[in-house]
């Protein structure tokens, strides 16, 4: 079994998403049992990354693999029906890197927005790089981002229905990694925080380049330590190609900005996938299929726990966790999914 994306309902505490073998799988008792989910004729196997919608398990996003732009397709009724909502941007050079789904909106803008990161897939470029948003209508660049960035990871802010907001990661070649918030009302980017700086990792390109960045995951929630309990909280990582000093996971609230090191011998680490609830944080690596819990990744100092025994597998952890339950997905000999 290999397991190579996870998308955890946080309405519900029974519902994942994965996808396994090049297949779309659901489990509605928590990860014991998987059904398979049928997907439509014309959608181009395999799957390759999914979503749900924070506020409801019935609503999920599927990204398949047509040549020349891969679509994104759409269920609002836990993967029995399936819609082809199309291309967030056309172009050989636009790669979607990351997905996301807002909560619904109430009046007097009601519905979903559906989200894509993009990067150019060339290195030293970013003309093809966008944060494209979808309504009911079509897709259409969030504003004031194009071709800014090589875009690498989404994640709706907790307050989304009162701010009006996304968190995304992206990458230049001039002026290195960094965090934004962008207010899709406005059309305007509210906060960058630049915390990888340019000459370690380059922007994104395939086949990748030595130093390129791979991949970045994003999760964000409100930072309930701080003095402004409204603030909101980043955890960030990011994977280069080859391993640098600066891969790893980062804090980011406001304009402040930390690399966490997970362990005393931390100088440098591939992340492949994180996943955090409020209750913890939990890291998969890529290259084994080691995983690394924070039960306190707000704290000054936080402290994690290896997982033991360590999941079998080869390597590309992906995790998931709804507390007290973390999930974990590994590809390779005797790769599979499991609840820890």
Same mark, same amino acid.
């Given at each position: 079994?290999?397991?190579?994306?996870?998308?955890?309902?946080?309405?519900?505490?029974?519902v994942?998403?994965?996808?396994?073998?090049?297949?779309?799988?659901?489990?509605?008792?928590?990860g014991?049992?998987?059904?398979?989910?049928?997907?439509?004729k014309?959608?181009?196997?395999?799957?390759?990354?999914?979503?749900?919608?924070?506020?409801?398990?019935d609503?999920?996003?599927?990204?398949?693999?047509r040549?020349?732009?891969?679509?994104?397709?759409?269920?609002?009724?836990?993967?029995?029906?399936?819609?082809?909502?199309?291309?967030?941007?056309?172009?050989i050079?636009?790669? %979607?890197?990351d997905?996301?789904?807002?909560p619904?909106?109430?009046?007097? !803008? #009601?519905?979903?927005?559906?989200? *894509?990161t &993009? $990067?150019?897939?060339?290195?030293?470029?970013?003309i093809?790089?966008?944060?494209?948003m979808?309504?009911?209508?079509?897709?259409v660049?969030?504003?004031?981002v194009?071709t800014?960035?090589?875009?690498?990871?989404?994640?709706?802010?907790?307050?989304?229905?009162?701010?009006?907001?996304?968190c995304?990661?992206?990458?230049?070649?001039?002026?290195?990694?960094?965090?934004?918030?962008?207010?899709?009302?406005?059309?305007?980017v509210?906060?960058?925080?630049k915390f %990888?700086?340019?000459?370690?990792?380059?922007?994104f390109?395939?086949?990748? !380049? #030595?130093s390129?960045?791979?991949? *970045?995951? &994003? $999760?964000?929630?409100?930072?309930?330590i701080?003095?402004?309990?409204?603030?909101?909280?980043?955890f960030?990582?990011?994977?280069?190609?080859?391993?640098?000093?600066?891969?790893?996971i980062y804090?980011?609230?406001?304009?402040f900005?930390?690399?966490?090191a997970?362990?005393?011998?931390d100088g440098?680490?591939r992340?492949?996938?994180?996943?955090?609830?409020?209750?913890?944080?939990?890291?998969?690596?890529k290259?084994t299929?080691?995983?690394?819990?924070?039960?306190?990744?707000?704290?000054v100092?936080?402290?994690?726990d290896?997982g033991?025994?360590?999941?079998?597998?080869?390597?590309?952890?992906?995790?998931?966790m709804?507390?007290?339950?973390?999930?974990?997905?590994?590809?390779?000999?005797?790769?599979?999914?499991?609840i820890?």
């Amino acid at each position: 079994m290999n397991v190579t994306s996870m998308a955890v309902a946080r309405d519900s505490v029974q519902v994942i998403y994965i996808i396994c073998d090049g297949a779309l799988r659901k489990s509605v008792d928590g990860g014991k049992h998987f059904i398979s989910l049928s997907l439509p004729k014309d959608f181009s196997m395999p799957p390759h990354m999914l979503a749900v919608a924070p506020d409801s398990s019935d609503v999920v996003m599927a990204l398949d693999s047509r040549p020349g732009g891969n679509h994104l397709w759409r269920s609002t009724n836990g993967g029995n029906a399936w819609v082809d909502i199309g291309t967030p941007k056309n172009g050989i050079n636009a790669v %979607i890197t990351d997905i996301a789904i807002s909560p619904a909106m109430g009046a007097p !803008t #009601p519905g979903r927005h559906y989200y *894509a990161t &993009i $990067a150019d897939n060339r290195p030293g470029v970013t003309i093809r790089g966008d944060v494209m948003m979808k309504t009911d209508i079509n897709w259409v660049g969030i504003g004031g981002v194009t071709t800014t960035h090589d875009y690498m990871a989404i994640q709706v802010s907790p307050e989304y229905l009162a701010d009006q907001s996304v968190c995304v990661v992206g990458v230049t070649p001039e002026n290195g990694i960094d965090y934004q918030v962008i207010n899709f009302g406005a059309k305007s980017v509210a906060l960058t925080v630049k915390f %990888i700086p340019p000459g370690t990792t380059k922007d994104f390109s395939v086949p990748a !380049t #030595p130093s390129s960045i791979l991949k *970045a995951d &994003i $999760a964000v929630g409100i930072d309930a330590i701080s003095a402004d309990e409204r603030m909101k909280v980043a955890f960030i990582s990011i994977t280069s190609n080859t391993l640098t000093r600066t891969d790893g996971i980062y804090r980011v609230s406001d304009q402040f900005f930390e690399r966490l090191a997970v362990h005393p011998h931390d100088g440098g680490m591939r992340i492949n996938s994180i996943d955090y609830d409020t209750q913890g944080l939990l890291l998969g690596e890529k290259e084994t299929t080691n995983i690394w819990l924070c039960s306190n990744p707000l704290n000054v100092a936080p402290t994690w726990d290896k997982g033991d025994p360590q999941p079998a597998g080869q390597s590309e952890t992906v995790v998931g966790m709804r507390t007290p339950n973390c999930y974990v997905g590994t590809s390779g000999k005797n790769g599979g999914f499991f609840i820890l």
